[in-house]
């Protein structure tokens, strides 16, 4: 049955939902022009920040999380502190390229542009 | 409305095609159940096999013949993932909350019925991939149920190619199961309960079933990732986990554990929910603490992802990682023994009844608090240097799953049967069954936590090549579990012969035949499709016993304020 | 029994039981995708030599794909206007714009790796590119299961029925939309 999912909530019009999309499609070029710059810092800036600001974007007008219950977004949120524990438990062990009692055997691979 | 059917759900007499495709939370709920109890023979089936090796080394085992070495370790791995994904959470998780959440909710079914229905098919035909892998050429899977590579993934390691993949095939399988039935439980508890029924209104086992699905929801999502990288490791050839590859061992384990230990609150969760519906029910008395019981949980299960690498003290991981993982081990300890304090509060001047449900309920209090405590000693990095592969941990682990996946499993499934059945249960059965059990049980694993002290390593097919463990009074400790295991499958048959005589001949069981307060008991026994003949409202909480100024000493939930507690037509004798 | 129980048409939390339930999809994928994407970045800063290879995905394809896929998340968007409107043929066909949407993407995915295979960069020819198409691989599955579900509800869309599911399949959209947000750096500039 035809019944309106957020009856009391602000309507979107639009142009805003086209709007946000052409933001987003801005903030793609810059991301896919950043690595042009040739600084690194400034290509992860650029890819990542603007990753995580596009996901916000998405999340925040396209899934309507702006306008959800809270207790959504704490769901949501608590999932995503749950990926940063256990990146954080497990990168400095995983990522180890030495250790007390085991040695590396892997050769890596020389890297052919130069850096380390 | 909700559709009082004119004959009752398990008593299915519409053909078997559509009990196959029934999505009545109940039928589903049954077929849970006994899928989880045929799967508990065959883990039995598999430690009969496999301890019989280890007291008599080399012998024949009747039923089965001479283990070798491949098939000792194929039949440990099988008996691990069994009764873990195959038995605890089928009947406890997906049975219980199956059928308990709709009706203790005052609900006609669950809000998804027919995600329900696929959850089921998804998990049977991952029993059907599991069991399938014992016929495959070279057997089942034999890298132990935690599965780590190389030996995992390497087939030229494990020996089990083809039944290494069914494994992770399998319980991929069950997961996704799992998680279908998971957002079943969570949705319906959270937005389907009766009018009038508070967050705090809600039983307390439906609390614990749903933070369970929850931890289980969060907590198996990079095991999943994990798993598709074991499989493409031996299917495919990658490297995910092959150091010569530049991939790490350490990541599976990683991953592995990040589930591993809350999968066991998620198991551990729904037992103490079914325990505390019990202690409160035949103690006559109001469950102490609820409140602090719920927050306790959550609090347990949001530790839980904090303690992971204590599965990893030595696996030569960083010290220092180990010294925080001991602290967060020790800690959550603490919300545990408080919830064991509460039950024991509740007990306390309580109008006890020993019914064989209260006797399980009391068994699980006592065997799983030694369980408790001598994970203690594992939790801390140190000691666990010396214990760690010994069988020390393997009693530890025994004293707390079997409390829950057994224990907590007899006890549901003695308290509910009337409401499932409609019938009663034999007590005097079921008390020879308990006893006989639990002691078995115990004499089972005291001896293991001495051998294990003394040095026994798991998994070890034959001591005879360990000359400071090839010694008659160790090989006497192992013989003596062995004939504790032997005695307790072997008054196992009493338990089904007291379920299926008792399903077909017991004695008409009411509809509320422990007097509890809880909705489920306002159905009819056993209920009919769409459950109540008129959805509930609800007035109170669900431990109000021995009120005050009530002549009953319960005061059932659905029951208006100003009305009496009926005394006899709570049982509307169901005509068969 | 196909009729709809009682109990889904509660809503105690305020919340309609469909888009409640896919929150909690979109939680546990949360950790799935976090898992996967966590474990390949602590691969990827363990490796530095995987740069050599990263240095062989096509940042344009990449960058395309971005496009496609918020383009598609727009017409997604859209969709569920036109659902809170009761225009239901409308949000039919702006799904099913959606799901062309979804088609490209994977088009133009299978032609990529189709070329980067028969260069020689197969799931086995390094453990960066294990990663690179078992992640983009596990993101393509929901692509393809999005579309499939989207199908299904544009059908009863376009009788002006269940109208609700329009917004429920496109917020499950926009998650896989997210997920690539993030993949596409990962994988593609991140070099």
Known sequence: MAQPAHADAPHHDPTSYVAIWGVLCALLGVSVLGPMVGVRFLTLITAFGIAIVKAYMVCRYFMHLSIEKKWVVYILGFMLALMVVFFGGVAPDVSRHEGLRWQKTYVEPARTDGER | ?576 | ?191
């Open chain 2, 1 to 576: 409305m909700s559709g009082l059917a004119s004959h009752p759900a398990v008593h299915h007499d519409r053909g078997f095609v559509t009990y196959l495709w029934s999505t009545d939370h109940k039928v589903i709920a049954m077929q849970y159940l006994f899928t989880g109890m045929l799967m508990a023979l065959i883990g039995g089936f598999a430690v009969y096999v496999f301890r019989m090796q280890l007291a008599f080394p080399g012998q024949s085992v009747p039923l089965f013949g001479r283990v070798s070495s491949g098939q000792y370790n194929s039949l440990v791995t099988m008996h691990g993932t069994i009764m873990i994904f195959w038995v605890a959470m089928p009947v406890l998780l997906a049975a219980f909350g199956n059928f308990l959440i709709p009706l203790m909710l005052g609900c006609d079914d669950m809000v998804f019925p027919r995600v329900n229905r696929l959850s089921y098919q998804v998990f049977l035909l991952s029993a059907v991939v599991l069991v399938a892998s014992f016929a495959v050429p070279g057997g089942a899977f034999g890298g132990a149920w935690t599965a780590y590579p190389p030996l995992s993934a390497n087939a030229a390691y494990n020996l089990t190619r083809y039944g290494a993949t069914l494994w992770v095939v399998a319980v991929a399988l069950e997961f996704v199961a799992f998680l279908l039935g998971g957002i079943n439980f969570i949705t319906t508890a959270m937005n389907s309960r009766a009018p009038g029924m508070r967050m705090f209104d809600v039983p307390i086992v439906v609390w614990m079933i749903v933070i369970a699905s929850i931890l289980f929801m969060a907590s198996v999502g990079p095991l999943i990732a994990g798993a598709v990288m074991l499989v493409f490791d031996q299917v495919l050839g990658t490297g995910f986990y092959d150091p010569a590859t530049g991939g790490d061992p350490i990541l599976w384990q990683h991953l592995f554990w990040f589930f591993g230990h809350p999968e066991v609150y998620v198991v551990l969760l729904p037992a103490m929910g079914i325990v505390a519906e019990v202690i409160a029910v035949f103690s006559r008395k109001k469950l102490f603490g609820f409140r602090t019981i719920v927050y306790t949980a959550v609090a347990t299960g949001v530790i839980s992802f904090f303690v992971w690498a204590h599965h990893q003290f030595v696996a030569g991981i960083d010290p220092r990682m180990a010294s925080l993982f001991t602290i967060t081990t020790l800690i959550i300890s603490v919300p545990i023994a408080e919830m064991v304090f509460c039950y024991i509060a509740t007990l306390y001047g309580g109008s006890i009844t020993l019914a064989t449900p209260m006797l399980w309920a009391l068994a699980f209090v006592a065997e799983f608090l030694l369980g408790g405590v001598t994970g203690i000693f594992l939790g801390a990095a140190g000691a666990d240097i010396y214990l760690h592969d010994t069988y020390f941990v393997l009693a530890h682990f025994h004293y707390t799953f079997f409390p829950i996946a057994i224990i907590g499993a007899f006890t549901g499934i003695t308290f509910w049967f009337p409401k499932m059945f409609g019938r009663m249960m034999d007590e005097r059965l079921g008390k020879i069954h308990f006893w006989v059990t639990i002691i078995a049980f115990n004499v089972i694993f005291i001896p293991l936590f001495i051998t294990g002290a003394a040095g026994d390593h798991r998994r070890i097919f034959d001591y005879s090549g360990f000359p400071d463990l090839a010694t008659p009074g160790l090989q006497r400790l192992r013989i003596t579990a062995t004939m504790g295991l032997v005695s307790l499958l072997a008054v196992q048959p009493v338990f089904f012969y007291n379920f299926i005589r008792s399903m077909v001949r017991g004695p008409i069981a009411s509809a509320n035949p422990w007097r509890a307060n809880t909705l489920e008991w306002s159905a009819p026994s056993p209920p009919p499709h769409g459950n109540f003949a008129e959805l509930p409202v609800v007035y109170r909480g669900p431990y109000e016993y021995s009120t005050e100024d009530r002549e009953e000493d319960f005061w059932p939930q659905h029951l208006p304020d100003d009305s009496p507690t009926p005394v006899a037509s709570v049982g509307d004798r169901r005509s068969a």
């Open chain 3, 1 to 191: 029994m196909t009729s709809r129980p009682i109990a889904t048409t509660r809503s105690v939390m305020g919340v309609p039981t469909g888009r409640l339930a896919v929150w909690w999809v979109l939680a546990s994928e949360t950790v799935l995708f976090g898992g996967l994407l966590g474990s390949y970045v602590m691969m990827r800063l363990r490796h530095g030599a995987w740069a050599d290879q990263a240095a062989n995905t096509n940042t344009w394809t990449g960058a395309f794909n971005t496009l496609v896929l918020l383009t598609s998340s727009l017409s997604a968007v859209l969709a569920h206007q036109a659902a809170e409107r009761a225009d239901g043929p409308k949000a039919a066909r702006l799904l099913r714009y959606t799901i062309l949407g979804g088609g490209v993407f994977l088009s133009v995915k299978a032609w990529e790796w189709t070329h980067e295979i028969t260069e020689g960069f197969t799931i086995t020819s390094s453990l960066f590119w294990s990663f690179y198409y078992t992640a983009a691989g596990l993101h393509a599955a929901h692509v393809v299961a999005g579309m499939v579900i989207m199908f299904i509800v544009s059908l009863t869309a376009a009788r002006n029925e269940e109208l609700h599911r329009v917004e429920n399949v496109g917020i499950y959209w926009h998650f896989v939309d997210v997920v690539w947000i993030f993949l596409f750096p990962l994988l593609y500039i991140a070099k």
